[in-house]
Structure formats: structure tokens, C-alpha cells
């Protein structure tokens, strides 16, 4: 099993960059891959970014050359560096590690663009 904590969150204006944070209770060197999601009021979840064991990453075409995702397997956490934000960008932000066995989710980072 594995706890993940996000932080980082906050309001900005749009045009405004924040840096999330997904800090993992154990290494992160075991993981097949970790993600971001995030979910707007009144919307599904969506896949924003993963990155693979492999430092291999993948972006949602709503945030491609805006959002760079990475880790630090020292730290065991991995980023979402979020640039030029848009209002559409708010929502509540969800880290996801996928394990040989399993995934599991931390609770979650909320992010306010305004306008």
C-alpha cells in the first residue's frame, strides 16, 4: 500500500504558473507509473499527465506545452509544473501511482484560475 499527498494548490491568475506536489509514502522507484488528474465542479475526472518508471511522459492535448510532469525519486515525489493557466484549468488536482498490484489515489489539491 502507499499514501500520496498533494500540495501546491492555491488561486492565481490566469497566465499564472503553479508547481503541484505528489509526495508518496514509500518509493517511488517500484511504480509501473504515476499521473495527475484533475476534476472540474460538475465534471468527470480527466487524465492530465504521467510520467513511467521510465521517465517516459504523456500529456493531455488540453495541457501539452503548458505542463511538464516529473519526479524525484530521491524525494519520492513527482511534480505537475503548471504554466500559463486558464480559468478551464481549475479544478481539484488528483495524484495517481499504478503499482504491479494495484493503484491508489491521495486526496487531492485544488486549483483556482481566475480570470
Known amino acids: 500500500q502507499v499514501q500520496l499527498v498533494e500540495s501546491g494548490g492555491g488561486l492565481v491568475q490566469a497566465g499564472g504558473s503553479l508547481r503541484l506536489s505528489c509526495a508518496a509514502s514509500?518509493?517511488?522507484?517500484?511504480?509501473?507509473?504515476m499521473a495527475w488528474y484533475r476534476q472540474a465542479p460538475g465534471k468527470e475526472r480527466e487524465w492530465v499527465a504521467t510520467?513511467?518508471?521510465?521517465?517516459?511522459?504523456n500529456y493531455a492535448d488540453s495541457v501539452k506545452g503548458r505542463f511538464t510532469i516529473s519526479r524525484d525519486n530521491a524525494k519520492n515525489t513527482v511534480y505537475l509544473q503548471m504554466n500559463s493557466l486558464k480559468p478551464e484549468d481549475t479544478a481539484v488536482y488528483y495524484c495517481?501511482?499504478?503499482?504491479?498490484?494495484?493503484?491508489?489515489w491521495g486526496q487531492g489539491t485544488q486549483v483556482t484560475v481566475s480570470s
Open positions: 495517481k501511482a499504478n503499482l504491479p498490484y494495484g493503484s491508489y
Open positions: 514509500r518509493s517511488i522507484l517500484s511504480m509501473i507509473s
Open positions: 510520467i513511467s518508471s521510465g521517465l517516459y511522459t
